[in-house]
T-cell receptor
Framework: QKEVEQNSGPLSVPEGAIASLNCTYSDRGSQSFFWYRQYSGKSPELIMFIYSNGDKEDGRFTAQLNKASQYVSLLIRDSQPSDSATYLCAVRGTNAGKSTFGDGTTLTVKP | DAGVIQSPRHEVTEMGQEVTLRCKPISGHDYLFWYRQTMMRGLELLIYFNNNVPIDDSGMPEDRFSAKMPNASFSTLKIQPSEPRDSAVYFC????????????FGEGSWLTVV
């Protein structure tokens, strides 16, 4: 089992819809959870991080964390074509400083 | 403030040659990471340093790979000898523990070994 698993994708949604991206992790001691966006040919950039159970909202983005289920998700409301990218989930486990990335989910938002 | 700076941005080399990738982390960051990204294997952590000390090199694929961090503002990843299967994008990244471990990536070094 991989340490961090994401929907294999690709995921395609129409413009204006809600995109839902999911991630599960295996280390119950994980403490910090991150969502990165990576455009084709570019480096990953941070969208959001979350540490506590529940929801965290930032503009059109909402991160949801459920530590009991070892599950973290990212919702993108009012999806735009500019949101088309690969989304990487990263988890910092008990090994201080080290974050493990999932394989990513590629999202396409169709106009 | 300058981000993570990597060089070279692109490198094409012949099999068997030595490749050296360089990285300057964000000033003040105490963690430095080397990642490799390929379509087949995704983003893999090769090695990371804390305060210039290597902490975990379990991701280094084999002895042909080595990394150093002689000071807080410079790190190298060396491949010797290089092989075609080493072709990938190599990202250097840094973070600051007290800022919640957000990792900031450089633009990557695109390596092609022919």
């Amino acid at each position: 089992q991989k340490e961090v698993e994401q929907n294999s994708g690709p995921l395609s949604v129409p413009e204006g819809a809600i995109a839902s991206l999911n991630c599960t992790y295996s280390d119950r001691g994980s403490q910090s959870f991150f969502w990165y966006r990576q455009y084709s040919g570019k480096s990953p950039e941070l969208i959001m991080f979350i540490y506590s159970n529940g929801d965290k909202e930032d503009g059109r983005f909402t991160a949801q964390l459920n530590k009991a289920s070892q599950y973290v998700s990212l919702l993108i409301r009012d999806s735009q074509p500019s949101d088309s990218a690969t989304y990487l989930c990263a988890v910092r486990g008990t090994n201080a400083g080290k974050s493990t990335f999932g394989d990513g989910t590629t999202l396409t938002v169709k106009p | 403030d300058a981000g993570v700076i990597q060089s070279p941005r692109h490198e094409v080399t012949e099999m068997g040659q030595e490749v050296t990738l360089r990285c300057k982390p964000i000033s003040g960051h105490d963690y430095l990471f080397w990642y490799r990204q390929t379509m087949m294997r995704g983003l893999e952590l090769l090695i990371y340093f804390n305060n210039n000390v290597p902490i975990d090199d379990s991701g280094m694929p084999e002895d042909r790979f080595s990394a150093k961090m002689p000071n807080a503002s410079f790190s190298t990843l060396k491949i010797q000898p290089s092989e075609p299967r080493d072709s990938a994008v190599y990202f250097c990244a840094s973070s600051l523990r007290s800022l919640g471990d957000t990792i900031y990536f450089g633009e990557g070094s695109w390596l092609t070994v022919v």
